[in-house]
């Protein structure tokens, strides 16, 4: 029996509406964060998903490999000349020992095994390289809008989202990190959206899918006419936003 522990999966099944409807990172994060390697050879996106965070690393590295232990959505993963992109599970990468300057995790690190995961940090990981971990937990919807989904969140699906959601909740200031850290600036992922577009992000969530699958019904109808009474016409755009919690540290070599 292998030893590597059993991938949660959570998105899957959702691969195609992850790609079209989760928000993207700021540019100027991946530009501070190829700011604290010396060497841009490599970097590693570790429970990539679709992507996001492998492509805006990109412009930074010479390669970047982008893993996920999903299938599905590496499927999803927007190709890129730079960006090298292979299904494993974060704990097992297969990537050679100290090759790598920056390894990112973006809205995926609480999903890990800590330790094991750790330790494949150290071993993929150069002298003196980075690791960051990054988070975006309640979204802020501009205007009235913002209370109902808040109350949506936490009272309706509340209940329903897996147990390692706590660590987003408390913008992984609980999540264990055994690295020497550096202070980071504040960041946020910012957009506009439609109606549309908003009830299918929080449509791709996993507490969503639980809902459903152990009540049967589809959470997301009575909140699409709450949120219809108040935005006004679908089509305009509302101001969207995500503060974003990141650890970051120097990776120390393995003994």
Same mark, same amino acid.
């Given at each position: 029996m292998s030893d590597t522990p059993r991938f949660k999966d959570h998105f899957s099944e959702q691969a195609a509406d992850y790609t079209r409807y989760r928000p993207s990172y700021p540019p100027d994060l991946f530009r501070w964060l190829a700011g604290l390697t010396t060497a841009h050879d490599r970097a590693w996106d570790c429970g990539c998903g679709n992507g996001q965070a492998a492509i805006g690393l990109a412009p930074y590295y010479h390669q970047v490999i982008a893993t996920d232990p999903s299938r599905q959505q590496i499927e999803q993963a927007q190709p890129h000349e730079r960006v090298r992109y292979g299904v494993a599970p974060a704990e097992a990468s297969g990537l050679d020992a100290n090759s790598v300057d920056l390894i990112v995790a973006a809205q995926a690190l609480h999903w890990f095994d800590f330790d094991r995961f /750790?330790? !494949? $940090?150290?071993?993929? %990981?150069?002298?003196? &390289? +980075?690791?960051?971990?990054?988070? /975006?937990? !309640? $979204?802020?919807?501009? %205007?009235?809008?913002? &209370? +109902?989904?808040?109350?949506?969140?936490?009272?309706?699906?509340?209940?329903?989202?897996?147990?390692?959601?706590?660590?987003?909740?408390?913008?992984?200031?609980?999540?264990?990190?055994?690295?020497?850290?550096?202070?980071?600036?504040?960041?946020?992922?910012?957009?506009?959206?439609?109606?549309?577009?908003?009830?299918?992000?929080?449509?791709?969530?996993?507490?969503?899918?639980?809902?459903?699958?152990?009540?049967?019904?589809?959470?997301?109808v009575p909140l699409a006419g709450e949120l219809a009474a108040l935005w006004g016409d679908p089509c305009r755009e509302r101001h969207i936003r995500w503060p974003l919690a990141l650890r970051v540290g120097r990776i120390a070599p393995l003994p």
């Open positions: /750790y330790h !494949e $940090v150290r071993r993929v %990981g150069r002298p003196d &390289g +980075v690791i960051a971990a990054i988070s /975006y937990g !309640e $979204v802020q919807v501009d %205007g009235p809008a913002n &209370g +109902v989904v808040s109350r949506f969140y936490h009272e309706i699906i509340g209940p329903y989202w897996p147990p390692e959601r706590r660590y987003v909740d408390d913008h992984y200031a609980t999540i264990p990190f055994p690295f020497a850290e550096i202070v980071t600036p504040q960041f946020a992922m910012e957009i506009n959206w439609d109606l549309e577009h908003l009830t299918g992000y929080l449509g791709t969530w996993s507490a969503v899918k639980e809902y459903r699958r152990q009540l049967g019904n589809d959470p997301l």
